[in-house]
């Protein structure tokens, strides 16, 4: 018979960490939505640029990153975390910084998927976004947009 304490572990474990997920499954769909929408506002938007307005691609490429980028920073304060009593300046710093990892983290996923493990590239590039979506969700969730406590000092006062 196997010990219950050894063995109760893992469970614990994996039953506080399914717990967390089930009460993060409303953030979670907005993140991936948000994501999803952004990716598509993206290449819409340079489409609509660079082909229907005849926008030189190099121009459409920033245009279009930049909108999509402001309104999946926007989305993502204001819908997905609920996040809006942060200083605006300080997340979209943070943002930018998870955005810069999230970015290398993809990368690194992709060339190693297609250099060691022979995938092709297309597929590389969807395994790094599959590997990368919920580190990025969690940095944003405990870093981006905390919202932190304020904590009151003994002998502050309010009304100086």
């Known amino acids: 018979m196997p010990d219950r304490r050894t063995s109760s572990v893992p ?23 948000t994501g999803v929408f952004g990716a598509v506002l993206n290449v819409g938007l340079f489409l609509v640029l ?31 975390f609920s996040a809006t009593d942060g200083h605006i300046g300080h997340q979209g710093l943070r943002f930018a910084l998870v955005s810069a990892v999230s970015i290398a983290g993809a990368l690194l996923v992709t060339i190693v998927a297609v250099e060691s493990f022979g995938l092709p590239e297309n597929v590389s590039e969807v395994v790094a976004a599959l590997c990368i979506a919920p580190i990025s969700f969690l940095l944003h969730r405990r870093y981006t947009f905390v919202v932190l406590p304020v904590v009151d000092r003994p002998g502050a006062s309010l009304s100086r």
């Open 50 to 80: 660079a082909h229907g307005m005849d926008v030189d691609y190099r121009i459409a490429v920033v245009v279009a990153f930049a909108v999509s980028y402001v309104f999946s920073f926007v989305t993502h304060r204001i819908w997905t």
């Open 11 to 33: 469970c614990c474990f994996l039953s506080t960490t399914a717990h967390r997920i089930w009460a993060e499954r409303a953030s979670i769909v907005r993140f991936l939505a």
